[in-house]
């Protein structure tokens, strides 16, 4: 068995193509006077995954449980990263 890293290449495209949705959501939540939360992002980037099923060499890899996991992961992931920007520019 061999696990070939490069036919994930799509996957963490799209993967990125998540976060950036939930950094750009954490944006407009603040600029509408409402204070993000990972878990808001996690609900918002969760409606996005909903009809996304990834394949790798032809092969399903994300189950429902998989994606809300994903999800929550990307959504903290984006919190982290709008708060630590917001920590420097309020230096």
């Known amino acids: 068995m061999r696990f070939d890293a490069s036919a994930l290449l799509p996957l963490v495209a799209k993967l990125g193509g998540f976060l950036r949705s939930g950094f750009d959501q954490y944006v407009t939540l603040r600029s509408a006077g409402v204070e993000p939360s990972p ?53």
């Open 39 to 91: 878990e808001l992002l996690a609900a918002f980037l969760s409606t996005k995954m909903e009809g996304w099923s990834p394949r790798v060499k032809g092969r399903d890899i994300l189950d429902d449980e998989t994606r809300a996991s994903c999800a929550r992961f990307l959504g903290g992931v984006a919190y982290n990263i709008a708060l630590a920007q917001r920590k420097e520019e309020a230096a």
